[in-house]
C-alpha cells in the first residue's frame, strides 16, 4: 500500500504525541532538526532576519517563528494556530481505588469524549510528574510515558445489562475507572499507581510532589481502505492541524514577513488558562519579537491589527449512515480538502473578506477547499479561532480537514485531507 509523505508524518507525531506535553516535545524535536533556535519565554533575545526560533510555553503549548530577511519598516504579519490537547480521561490525586482484588485508577474527563468509545480497549499513560528539586522553589519537572497498555475499562456483559444495545448513561465516577492491576496478601495497594508513576520518573514515590497524567489509547495507528484512503487513529483532534502549522513554519519565511505558529493547549476545555488562546500569552511572544528586531509599540501594534491568522481545528464529515445530521446544502465529505468553517453567530471566526483570501490562496495554489456550515437547528461546535480573534483584533479564519468519530478515541480521515490543509498551511506563509 502507497502511503504518503504527509500521511507518514501525522502518523509519527501521532505515535509521539500521547499527551499534550509529549505532542510539544515532538514539535520541538521537529523544528530544532529543522534548524530553529530555542529561545525562553523569560530571556533575552536576540533576532536575526531569515533565522527561525521556537518557545516552549508551560510544557504544553509552544510559539514558533520565522524572521523575513528584508524587513521593511512595516513588517507583514501572519500567524497559525492548532492545539495540543485531545478530550480524555486524566489521572486524579490519590487515584488509587481497590474493590474487591482489583486496583482501579480514580479518573475525571477531560473535555467531551466520547465515553463509550473508551471501553475496552488497550490504554497507557503519558503526562509531567513535578518531583522535589534542590530547593522548595526549585522542583524538578519529568515528562513520562508508560507506553506499555497498563489499563482497560471493561464493559459490563449484556447478561448483565441486558438494556446495552437500546443506549446506555454512563456515569464517569462508576463506569469509567481504569482497572489497573490485582491486589492481594503481601501488595500495598495504596501504592501501586504511585509506586509504578515513580519508577517511570527516575525517582523516589516520596519525591513526587504532583503530576499530571493523560489516559491515552495504545491502538496503533491504521492506513485503511482498498486504496489506503483513510487514516483510523487516535488524536486526529488536533494533531492533523499541529502537523499542519509545522509544515507551514518549516515552508520557508516571505522576505518582509514575521510568521508564527502558536499550538496552544486547553482548546478542548475553553481556552481561559495561562497556556490557552484566551490568555495574554500570543500577545507576551508578539511584543517580544517586536521588541527584539528594534520596533516600537506602534510597530507592534499596527502590525498585529492588519495582521491575519488562520486558526486550524478539525471538521464535522458527513456521516455515511446519518447524513441527516448535516446541513441540507454545506455538507463536507473526507477527501473534499480543507473546510473552511462558517457560522453566522461566530463560533468559527470568519467573515466574506477574510474567507475570500483564504479563497484566493486555494484557488492559486490549486489546494482543494469546500465550505461548511452546521445545520441550523442543531448548534455545532467552536474552536479559539473566535478567541484568538477577539484577543487580538485580528482578521481570522477557522479551517480544517473533516473527520468521523471526532471526540472518540479513535477518530478517521481521509490522508488526502492531511496534504491539502498541509499545503494550504505552506502557502499562507510563503505566497
Known amino acids: ?182 491486589t492481594g496478601p503481601g501488595t500495598e495497594p495504596e501504592h501501586f499507581f504511585l509506586n509504578r508513576l515513580a519508577e517511570e520518573a527516575g525517582c523516589a514515590p516520596e519525591d513526587i510532589l504532583d503530576f499530571e497524567i493523560c489516559v491515552y489509547n495504545t491502538d496503533p495507528c491504521a492506513v485503511t481502505g482498498p486504496d489506503g484512503e483513510f487514516l483510523s487513529a487516535p488524536r486526529l483532534d488536533n494533531l492533523t492541524s499541529v502537523m499542519a502549522c509545522l509544515n507551514g513554519i518549516t515552508a520557508g519565511t516571505r522576505e518582509n514577513g514575521i510568521n508564527l505558529i502558536l499550538l496552544y493547549d486547553n482548546e478542548e476545555i475553553g481556552s481561559r488558562t495561562k497556556q490557552g488562546a484566551c490568555s495574554s500569552v500570543t500577545e507576551r511572544v508578539l511584543e517580544k519579537i517586536f521588541l527584539a528586531l528594534g520596533y516600537g509599540r506602534e510597530t507592534y501594534l499596527n502590525a498585529m491589527m492588519d495582521g491575519f491568522l488562520l486558526s486550524m481545528d478539525v471538521a464535522h464529515a458527513i456521516h455515511p449512515n446519518h447524513p441527516e445530521k448535516c446541513d441540507i446544502k454545506n455538507k463536507i465529505c473526507m477527501g473534499d480538502g480543507v473546510v473552511l468553517k462558517m457560522s453566522s453567530r461566530q463560533s468559527y471566526a470568519t467573515d466574506a473578506s477574510c474567507i475570500g483570501v483564504i479563497e484566493g490562496i486555494c484557488r492559486h495554489a490549486q489546494i482543494p477547499y469546500r465550505k461548511f456550515s452546521n445545520r441550523s437547528d442543531m448548534r455545532g461546535g467552536s474552536t479559539l479561532g473566535a478567541i484568538a480573534s477577539a484577543e487580538l483584533s485580528m482578521r481570522t479564519v477557522d479551517i480544517g480537514v473533516p473527520i468521523l468519530a471526532m471526540h472518540s478515541a479513535r477518530e478517521l480521515m481521509a490522508c488526502a485531507d492531511q496534504s491539502a490543509i498541509n499545503s494550504l498551511a505552506a502557502e499562507f506563509f510563503l505566497i
Not at 22 to 35: F, K, M, P, S, T
Request: net charge negative; charged share 20%; with cysteine.
Open 1 to 182: 500500500m502507497n502511503i504518503s509523505e504527509d500521511t507518514k508524518q501525522l502518523i509519527s507525531l501521532l505515535n509521539a504525541g500521547v499527551s499534550p506535553y509529549h505532542g510539544v516535545l515532538e514539535a520541538e524535536r521537529i523544528l530544532a532538526q529543522a534548524g530553529f533556535a530555542r529561545l525562553t519565554l523569560t530571556g533575552h533575545w536576540e533576532l536575526e532576519p531569515g533565522r527561525g526560533y521556537f518557545v516552549p510555553l508551560f510544557d504544553s503549548t509552544l510559539a514558533a517563528f520565522t524572521v523575513g530577511k528584508g524587513l521593511t519598516d512595516r513588517p507583514s504579519l501572519r500567524i497559525e494556530t492548532a492545539h495540543t490537547d485531545w478530550p480524555c480521561l486524566r489521572v486524579k490525586p490519590n487515584p488509587e481505588v481497590t474493590t474487591e482484588r482489583y486496583g482501579k485508577l480514580n479518573v475525571e474527563v477531560y473535555g467531551s469524549p466520547n465515553l463509550s468509545t473508551w471501553l475496552d480497549r488497550p490504554l497507557s499513560m503519558a503526562g509531567r510528574v513535578s518531583v522535589a528539586g534542590a530547593g522548595p522553589l526549585e522542583p524538578v519537572t519529568h515528562f513520562v510515558d508508560f507506553k506499555d497498555p497498563l489499563l482497560t475499562i471493561p464493559n459490563l456483559a449484556i447478561h448483565m445489562n441486558p438494556e446495552a444495545n437500546d443506549g446506555m448513561k454512563l456515569n464517569p465516577q462508576i463506569d469509567m475507572l481504569p482497572l489497573m492491576t490485582l
